[in-house]
């Protein structure tokens, strides 16, 4: 059995950030929180960075999550905003660093592919995916989508290391079968 814990989710943005809380009880996950910070409201680009900053902390102070998933940035076009989101991201980490909060990095490819089985899948097919996965209720649900997509990144993170059959090493399929004669039928 493994322990309970909260995975704080981060969609790193300069103009929106987005997050997502998930609490693990008994191996089964659910929303704890999802939210986004918006930032397109502050001129100065250091100051978003000072905001983010500042967000992650209060998030890790109000629900003391065991682990941190972020989104890494992608390689686009535009290396300014490459360089923008990469700053958005290393402050949010920062934050983590300064509690001390194990930090986990998935690529958007890897995270929408843990969710929807396809990585050029829609932010719209990924929050949707995450509404009937959670069972969360469409009122709940948020317009800005940057909330599911940190969402995203902490039930990305939970597939990735809540997986029972990880947990044990076969070396092929008459070491799986030795191992778990409970399994296999003749």
Known sequence: MTKDRI???????????????????????????????????YEDHYLRLKKIFERVLALIDQY??????????FFGKNVQSM????????????????REIPIFEYAPLKIKMSITGNGNAAKEQVAGMLQR????PEESMLPQLDATDGLAAAVCHYFQTNNPISEKKYTGWKD???????????
């Open 7 to 41: 995975i704080l989710g981060i969609d790193p943005g300069t103009i929106v950030m987005g997050y997502g809380v998930l609490k693990i009880e008994g191996n089964k996950p659910k929303l704890e929180a999802m939210g986004v910070l918006q930032l397109n409201k």
């Open 64 to 73: 003391h999550p065991d682990e941190l998933a972020i989104e890494a940035p």
């Open 83 to 98: 360089l923008k989101l990469g700053r958005a991201q290393g402050v949010a980490m920062a934050a983590a660093l300064e």
């Open 133 to 136: 996965f959670l069972h969360i």
């Open 176 to 186: 799986f079968m030795a191992k778990n004669p409970g399994k296999v039928r003749k």
